[in-house]
């Protein structure tokens, strides 16, 4: 059973998964990971450019901001923990590898920036394991299965989730080294400690993951990529989450929180900067439920602006 579970709540009423808080990395790890992720990201933003198949720009900023609405929905597991979907397939699997991995990058640093959810110096460790991992290992590897598995209405399924699966247990992973690495826990705790949780809310990801796309997805196109006529249904979920069910997402911890009281490491770091938006709630807003529910809609908004504006220069490539 892990033990602090009432610290973690009175840190933070809202917990979301393996977003690695502020200050608890240092030394060179930050710097490493950053320059690592800076690299990762101009691969794929290169990948994404020169690719033959892209979604619209309205398609790209509709999925990021259903994969951040997505994000604020925390489900219970055993054990007095939670998890919520980390989204790296299912991204992958809306927009395309490089689509994807930039996407999920832009919801993880907007979560940072504007609702302190993360910190700066560990932005880039945290993009390296949702972003880089979680939708460019996790997506090349769903592709793979795609291509080895026997042909059958089944094989996309079974890909997608044995692909989501995976790609939570490679985030924990990484993110097991990058606190070892740190001096913040031995390597031969934390990597037990953090498969051992994340295997069951990988079995979480891998079900929301294949419901996501049956119901964002037509049966025959289930993997490609689909055109600007498709982006009403991802802005539409992502407006349904953030109104009427991020609200009554799980309190309990997460994963890697649960993992961080177990052994008395987490405590509760200065920002660097303050945000009116911290931990999903707006300042001044008596009711937490609407105080959530605009938090997010705010979200969702300035994630769908900022990634069209983004997706501009990419998807206009294709008329070259």
Not at 111 to 129: E, M
Not at 177 to 205: D, F, K, N
Request: glycine residues 10%.
């Amino acid at each position: 059973m892990f033990l602090g579970y009432a610290e973690i709540y009175l840190i933070r009423k809202r917990n979301y998964l393996m977003h690695i808080p502020q200050n608890l990395l240092d030394g060179s790890i930050c710097p490493v990971t950053a320059a690592v992720s800076g690299l990762c990201l101009a691969g794929a933003a290169l990948a994404a450019y020169r690719s033959a198949e892209k979604p619209h720009a309205l398609r790209f900023a509709a999925v990021s901001a259903f994969l951040f609405a997505a994000q604020m929905m925390n489900f219970p597991i055993s054990g007095g923990t939670s998890g919520h979907l980390l989204g790296g397939v299912l991204a992958s699997a809306l927009l395309g590898v490089p689509f994807g991995v930039l996407a999920l990058a832009l919801v993880v640093t907007i979560q940072a920036l504007v609702f302190a959810d993360g910190g700066l110096t560990v932005l880039g460790a945290n993009v390296l394991n949702l972003a880089v991992l979680g939708a460019g290992l996790g997506g090349l590897l769903r592709l793979g299965l795609l291509k080895q598995l026997p042909a059958g209405g089944t094989r996309a399924w079974i890909a997608t989730g044995l692909a989501s699966w995976a790609s939570v247990m490679l985030a924990a992973l990484a993110c097991a080294v990058e606190l070892a690495l740190a001096g913040a826990l031995p390597l031969q705790r934390v990597v037990p400690a953090m498969l051992g949780v994340h295997a069951l809310i990988g079995v979480g990801e891998a079900l929301i993951t294949c419901a996501a796309l049956a119901l964002l997805e037509r049966p025959a196109q289930i993997g490609a990529v689909t055109d600007s006529r498709r982006f009403a249904a991802p802005a539409l979920a992502a407006l349904l989450i953030v109104l009427c069910l991020s609200p009554f997402a799980s309190p309990l911890p997460d994963g890697l929180e649960a993992v961080l009281a177990q052994y008395q490491v987490l405590h509760e770091a200065a920002p660097l900067f303050v945000t009116p938006l911290a931990d999903y709630q707006i300042a001044g807003v008596a009711s937490e439920v609407l105080s959530t529910g605009l938090a997010g809609l705010i979200g969702i908004v300035l994630t769908f602006l900022t990634a069209g504006v983004l997706a501009l220069p990419l998807t206009r490539a294709r008329a070259a």
